[in-house]
T-cell receptor, first 111, second 119 residues
Framework: NAGVTQTPKFQVLKTGQSMTLQCAQDMNHEYMSWYRQDPGMGLRLIHY???????DQGEVPNGYNVSRSTTEDFPLRLLSAAPSQTSVYFCATRTGAGEQYFGPGTRLTVT | AQKITQTQPGMFVQEKEAVTLDCTYD???????LFWYKQPSSGEMIFLIY??????QNATEGRYSLNFQKARKSANLVISASQLGDSAMYFCAMRELAPKSYNTDKLIFGTGTRLQVFP
């Protein structure tokens, strides 16, 4: 099992560009989420999904879109990147009992 | 609303000594879970220990124990016999275990404590 995979590992964008951060899991977990991690801010929840077709906003959803068409995939879209979105992004899944599994992270820089 | 507070941005401890990392939480839900994660410099998030709000005993996992004081709403992590490899960021997190709806089913993190273990 690969667990939770994220691509790319690193990305540099120019302001205004769009991109999609990919997240995939092979554990058949219903719950998936995206966090961003900034120095001194901890991990903040961006969006999450409790199953295919169901998504909702977390603490810091502005500037990001998500969709969940399959159990396995939960992509995060930046429609028009801004320097404030420079961060490390983590995708995570969770079992029904609450054990959370994190992906390795994507380090995004917006110039 | 749920909230996790970690008031120690950084802690130092000598190797082989014990250290306590503080975590206080706020929730109106009677059923919740508390988690601690370790993030080494390599960046991955590593699950350490879990405590349920109805658990009668404090959780322990090897050198990690959770000092759960429900009335004070605190869930401090105690690391015994610190090792150099324990140097990392540590995050406390909380989740409601019986959310009223899916949009309250979230894992909320504190801002973290950076632990440095010196020889």
């Amino acid at each position: 099992n690969a667990g939770v995979t994220q691509t790319p590992k690193f990305q540099v964008l120019k302001t205004g560009q769009s991109m999609t951060l990919q997240c995939a899991q092979d554990m058949n977990h219903e719950y998936m989420s995206w966090y961003r991690q900034d120095p001194g801010m901890g991990l903040r929840l961006i969006h999450y999904s409790v199953g295919a077709g169901i998504t909702d906003q977390g603490e810091v959803p502005n500037g990001y879109n998500v969709s969940r068409s399959t159990t396995e995939d939960f992509p995060l879209r930046l429609l028009s990147a801004a320097p404030s979105q420079t961060s490390v992004y983590f995708c995570a899944t969770r079992t029904g009992a609450g054990e959370q599994y994190f992906g390795p992270g994507t380090r995004l820089t917006v110039t | 609303a749920q909230k996790i507070t970690q008031t120690q941005p950084g802690m130092f401890v000598q190797e082989k000594e014990a250290v306590t990392l503080d975590c206080t939480y706020d929730t109106s839900d009677p059923s919740y879970g508390l988690f601690w994660y370790k993030q080494p410099s390599s960046g991955e998030m590593i699950f350490l220990i879990y405590q349920g709000s109805y658990d009668q005993q404090n959780a322990t996992e090897g050198r990690y124990s959770l000092n759960f004081q429900k009335a004070r709403k605190s869930a401090n992590l105690v690391i015994s016999a610190s090792q150099l490899g324990d140097s990392a960021m540590y995050f406390c997190a909380m989740r409601e275990l019986a959310p009223k709806s899916y949009n309250t089913d979230k894992l909320i993190f504190g801002t973290g404590t950076r632990l440095q273990v010196f020889p």
